[in-house]
Each structure stands twice: as structure tokens, then as C-alpha cells.
């Protein structure tokens, strides 16, 4: 059916499905039903509202009935708010969002605040962002497409996600992030298959994640698999500067490498770091290990590092085991040693500060003796 005013839901109504309908020009929804809704093929087409046009309340009634919202295959354009939102602390099973196209609000395309089945959704020429991730952990999304969109692409808000193909790659290019943390949050997300907008013309941001020097919180990060397709395109981007395998060649026989970029914000007590390896390590043994390293050019400060503190005789708390510093310009090898004196599984770290226009690159092949 057709509606050019809002459909009248009673707010404790059961059972409610809409399908194939057509939305214009005013609000969705008389009320946003705090039992399950369904809705399906429809579009929602310049409509006004509160907050999103599909507002899904937050209630323990999910729970009890077993049954959330889903909202499937639904174009939400135009909106004179934001598209769809998924509350906070929704109990019970999860809503579904899935096919869905929120593009053109003056809000947010999508808000996701809760756990929820979030797969095959498009966000384009949104106001206040595309997609945004908020106060969730762990939660894993499927083919995204966040485009075209004002403040940034995808939003992590103290959020902590897994993205299974990404696609940012606004046609004629934006220099907005596609990826952010905003001011005053945290956030981390995984993505793998990520097709970006690598373009200069507007210069690429691939993401905004914070300053801890000006303020913003520390530890946000996104490492990204598989870059536009290519199984060896790795990279990890975080507010200390970026770590790549992309592009990247090792010593001979090594087969994978490390690149290190840090940015003004990695300091000697908060370098850029990557976790190079594990290693099994007996009781009472010296465990020597070796890498290849090299640094572009003089300036960074860089080492091998094994923290101190978390293995029975390796170290302490805040005095680390770290190797000779690192400074050649061409591959040399590098070894760091330790014995701790219980079994333990020991990881290794490469770190590197002190310069924002240089480089460090480790490699294999590690040489291990015990």
C-alpha cells in the first residue's frame, strides 16, 4: 500500500508486518511498537520523525517474546532525521537489519547501539555520517557500502567491530575519514576486504582515529585485511602511526615483512608497536631471538622488545627485556634474550619512535634458539 501520513501502530501492539508499502513525505509510523515489527520491501520516501524514521524502542520485550524488529530490504531517503536506529541495551534476541539503503538524511544513515544482524546495507549522502557503531563490542557486520556521506563513512563511538567487505570508495572522491573515532571516544574495528578511496584529488582520509597529544583518547585502531581485494594488502591503522605488510620486501627467504610508519603521537613511552611473534619458551632456558630490521633513513628510535612483568623471570612491571637499538639503513640481524623460569608462551614486539617522516621495516626469517 501507499501512505502519505503515518501508518497508525498502537505503541503495545502485537504482530505488526509491513510489507511492500510506500512511505511519503511525513512521518512512518504513528508509534514505534514495543514488540516486534516487521517490515519488509517498503520505502519511506522524504518522511519526517524523531531521532530515525525507524526508531526501534529499547524494552525487555524482546526478550520475553523471543522476537525483535526486522527490517529487511527497506529504502529509507530523504529523511528529515536519521534512517534507521538500533537502540542501546536491547535484551533478548537480536533485531535484524539487512538489504536495507539509508542514503540522503539529516541525520545519521544508520545508528547501531546494540548487538544486532547487520548485513548488506548502504549508506550514501548522509549529514551526521553513514554508518554508526556505538557502545557495542565484538559485533561482526556483512558487505557495507558507506559513501558520499558528510563527517565520516563509518563512526566507531566506544565501539569495538568486525566488518566483512567494506566499501567506502565515494565516486569523484571525499576527503572525509572512512573510517573515525570521534572526539571524546574509543574505538577498534576489523575489516577485511576493504575497497577504499585511495584518491588525491580530493586527498584521501582513510581514517581519523584521535590525537592522545591534544587530548583524545589512546588505542583506537583498524586493522584492515585484504585491501581492495589483494590477499597481501595488510595494514593496521592506529593514533600512533600505521603498520603494513602492503608493498613491503623483506630479507630474501623471509616471505612477509613489516613496515612502520610512526606519527608525531608515538613517544618512547607509547611507541608504535606490532606484535612480530610467539614463541614457546621452556623453564630455565635461554631463549635467544633473531630478526632482519632496517630503518629508512637515521632518526627513529627502534628496537625488539619482550614486556616485562607478565612472564616469571623475564623482566619486571615497566622494565622491559629490549634489544640493541636498531639503526642501520640495510637489513641487519637483531636479537633480543630471555629466560623465563616458568613454561611460557613469550611475545615479541617491534617498536619504533621519534620520527614522523621515517620508517622501520622487520623481517623474517627469525632465527630461534633455545
Not at 500500500?1 to 508486518?17: E, I, K, N, R
Not at 561482526?140 to 558528510?150: D, F, I, K, Q, V
Not at 577498534?188 to 588525491?200: D, E, P
Not at 630455565?284 to 628496537?303: C, D, E, I, M, Q
Amino acid at each position: 500500500g501507499h501512505a502519505a501520513f503515518p501508518l497508525g501502530l498502537v505503541a503495545t501492539g502485537f504482530g505488526y508486518t509491513v510489507n511492500n508499502s510506500g512511505f511519503a513525505g511525513t512521518g512512518s509510523f504513528s508509534n514505534m511498537p514495543t514488540r516486534a515489527v516487521t517490515v519488509a520491501g517498503s520505502n519511506f520516501i522524504n518522511c519526517t520523525g524523531t531521532t530515525a524514521i525507524l526508531n526501534i524502542p529499547a524494552t525487555g520485550n524482546y526478550a520475553t517474546d523471543n522476537k525483535n524488529w526486522s527490517i529487511t530490504n527497506t529504502k529509507v531517503w530523504g529523511a528529515a532525521v536519521g534512517g534507521i536506529k538500533v537502540p542501546p541495551f536491547v535484551a533478548g534476541a537480536p533485531a535484524t537489519v539487512t538489504g536495507c539503503d539509508c542514503s540522503g538524511s539529516t541525520g545519521l544513515g544508520f545508528d547501531i547501539q546494540s548487538p544486532c544482524n547487520f548485513r548488506s546495507n548502504t549508506a550514501e549522502g548522509n549529514s551526521l555520517g553513514g554508518i554508526n557503531f556505538q557502545s557495542i563490542q565484538g559485533m561482526a557486520s556483512y558487505t557495507l557500502t558507506a559513501r558520499g556521506n558528510t563527517v565520516g563513512e563509518i563512526l566507531l563511538n566506544n565501539a569495538d567491530v568486525e566488518i566483512y567487505g567494506l566499501d567506502t570508495n565515494t565516486v569523484g572522491g571525499s576527503a572525509v575519514p572512512q573510517i573515525m573515532v570521534p572526539g571524546s571516544a574509543a574505538g577498534r574495528a576489523v575489516v577485511y576486504n576493504w575497497t577504499q578511496y585511495t584518491g588525491g584529488a580530493p586527498a584521501k582520509v582513510l581514517t581519523s582515529l584521535g590525537s592522545p597529544g591534544s587530548g583524545r583518547t589512546a588505542g583506537n585502531s583498524v586493522s584492515s585485511q585484504k585491501e581492495g581485494g589483494v590477499a597481501g594488502n595488510n595494514t593496521t591503522y592506529s593514533d600512533f602511526g600505521t603498520v603494513t605488510t602492503t608493498g613491503v620486501v623483506g630479507q630474501p627467504g623471509s616471505g612477509i615483512a613489516w613496515k612502520l610508519s610512526p606519527d608525531a603521537d608515538a613517544l618512547s613511552g607509547s611507541p608504535l608497536s606490532i606484535n612480530v611473534g610467539k614463541i614457546a619458551c621452556p623453564a630455565n632456558v635461554p631463549t635467544t631471538v633473531k630478526y632482519w630490521a632496517k630503518l629508512s633513513a637515521a632518526g627513529p628510535t627502534a628496537r625488539l622488545r619482550v614486556p616485562g612483568g607478565r612472564y616469571a623471570g623475564v623482566g619486571s612491571p615497566g622494565t622491559d627485556v629490549v634489544s640493541a637499538a636498531i639503526t642501520g639503513t640495510t637489513f641487519a640481524q637483531v636479537s633480543v634474550t630471555f629466560t623465563p623460569t616458568e613454561y611460557a608462551v613469550v611475545d615479541i614486539f617491534a617498536d619504533v619512535w621519534g620520527s614522523s617522516t621515517q620508517n622501520l621495516v622487520v623481517s623474517g626469517p627469525v632465527v630461534l634458539s633455545q
